[in-house]
Structure formats: C-alpha cells, structure tokens
C-alpha cells in the first residue's frame, strides 16, 4: 500500500486507483469481498473497472461498501463518484408490489432500505405513499401536471409473458395498416397516445424477443438478458421516446413533430471486408 496522492473524480478510475495502491488485481479483490454461497458475478466488478457499467442494484452497493471498507475509504466514498447521482436502487426488497408502482416508489427510497427492519421498511412505503405520490408536495403537482399532457406510443401488441410478443400479420393487413399511417399526421393526436405503426411495432417485437428468449439465434450476440420487470420498463421508456419524437412542435409538449410512418429503432446494414475484418 502506498500513500494516496491522487482523488480521481470518475468511479472507474477511482476503484482502479485503489486497487492498484494495494496492488490487488480485480479477481483478488472480488474473492476478498464477495462471500461464500453469494451468487454476485465476477463479470459485473470486471465490468465497473472496464468502464462498461456502474453499480446500480442494492447487491452491488453492499459490494462498494465492503470495498471502501477494504482499503480504508470513508463510507460512500464511491458512490459520490457515480454518474446519475438521482437514479433510484435496483433491487429493493417491495413485496409484492407492482412493477408500476415500484417505479415510482423506488425513487424516494434510501439505499440501505432492503436492511432495514419490516416495521421501518413499511413505515417509509407508507410515507411515500401518502406524501409524494398522494399528497400535495411540489413533485407531486408537477407530477400531476405533467401526465395530463399524455405523448407516448403504445405497442398493444408487444408484451411479455402473454405470448403475444409478433405482431406481424398477414401483408395485406400490414399494408393496409401503413398506408392509414402515412396519413396518421393530425398535431392533436401526436401529442396524446397512438398505437405504433406496424413496421414501429414489428421492431419492438424482435428486440423484446431478442432480448427475453432463453438462446440468441445463430449468429448473434447479447449482452444480458431482460426479465419481465425489464422489459415491461424499456417497453414504456421507449415508448415516451418514440412518443416525444412524434409530438408537434406546436403543442405543449413541444415534441419533434417526425410522423408515426418515418419512425424506427434503425437498421445498419454491415458486409465484411475479409482482408481488414471490419464493416463497410
């Protein structure tokens, strides 16, 4: 160990700070904080020091603790380097409460909720319950305000675990589906809720597919795979996305005004050149 003479700013070049002062190299680290009988991957702590991720789930903040514990940090001193200070915790011990409800309580959660006893755990689901997502606080009039004024795309045909994940149907019908988009372009209806158009709504369904099934088809390459909480979630995120594109300009969303039929997640197409084995 060395005398620290250095405070990286960013949370990945603080921890390979830290670890290099105790000349430790990452699987030495993660055996020396990660517990017998924990399920916690090593990949995931490879992943923080490669850049790729940050922690995000209750688990991986019990990790950071152990680590500053480790090499004699103040507690929290790696999640004040974390980008997104205002993201909630993932992972939060809520019951059997619903995925759209804890979307919106997990927000207003400490970090060592998961820990705390079930009397104070349900005293604070009760407090959230009643002052910010009932009551009558500055979140929760903009809240109120800001749902009124409604923009997202749905995809009623894309869902999760209901088997009805392709909407595609026969040609004629999804002709005869596009052509009505094309003139799908009245400012009032843009800026409320619409059904994607089924070119929008086919995309949806491979990446939902793509993204939820067991195995990848031949040839391709995941990085994780999305539960049904997850999925759920990146259907209505994406969903706000598409809708805030397609919004007019004029309204009081003030969106981009692109219509519903030019509207995609976008497509690369990719040949090989075998010499540089790279895409052209």
């Known amino acids: ?27 030495q680290l993660y055996r020396a904080v990660v517990r017998l009988g924990e399920t916690f991957d090593h990949k995931t702590m490879l992943s923080w020091i490669q ?11 019990k990790i950071l ?3 500053e514990l480790r090499y004699r940090l103040p507690a929290g001193y790696f999640k004040a380097k974390l980008p997104y200070q205002a993201r909630s ?12 409800e804890r979307r919106r309580i997990s927000l207003h959660l400490p970090d060592n909720f998961s820990s705390l006893p079930f009397s104070k755990r349900e005293e604070i689901l009760d407090w959230v319950r009643r002052v910010i997502i009932s009551g009558s ?7 109120a305000a800001a749902i009124k004024q409604r923009y997202a ?5 894309v869902t999760y675990g209901g088997g009805s994940l392709s909407p595609r149907t026969s040609s004629l019908t999804a002709t005869a589906n596009n052509n009505a ?24 369904a491979d990446l939902i597919r793509f993204k939820t099934s067991t ?17 759920s979630q990146k259907i209505e995120h994406l969903g706000l996305m598409f809708g805030a594109l397609a919004a007019s300009p004029a309204g009081v969303v003030k969106g981009r005004g692109v219509p519903l039929s030019h509207l995609t997640f976008g497509q690369k197409e990719c040949r090989l050149d075998m010499v540089s084995n790279s895409c052209f």
């Open 215 to 231: 195995l990848t088809a031949i040839g391709f390459q995941r990085n994780g795979v999305w539960g049904e909480e997850t999925a």
């Open 137 to 143: 606080t500055d979140y929760r009039r903009y809240q």
């Open 89 to 100: 915790l993932l992972g939060h011990d809520l019951g059997d409460i619903s995925p759209a």
């Open 153 to 157: 795309i749905r995809f009623p045909g």
């Open 51 to 61: 850049g790729e991720r940050v922690p995000r789930s209750v688990a991986s903040f």
């Open 181 to 204: 988009a094309e003139t799908f372009e009245d400012p009032d209806l843009l800026s409320g809720v619409v059904d994607a158009p089924p070119r929008l709504a086919m995309e949806m």
């Open 65 to 67: 603790a152990r680590i």
């Open 1 to 27: 160990m060395f005398e620290a003479s250095d405070d990286p700013a960013a949370f990945q070049d603080a921890l390979i700070y830290q670890m290099r002062r105790f000349g430790e190299s990452y699987w």
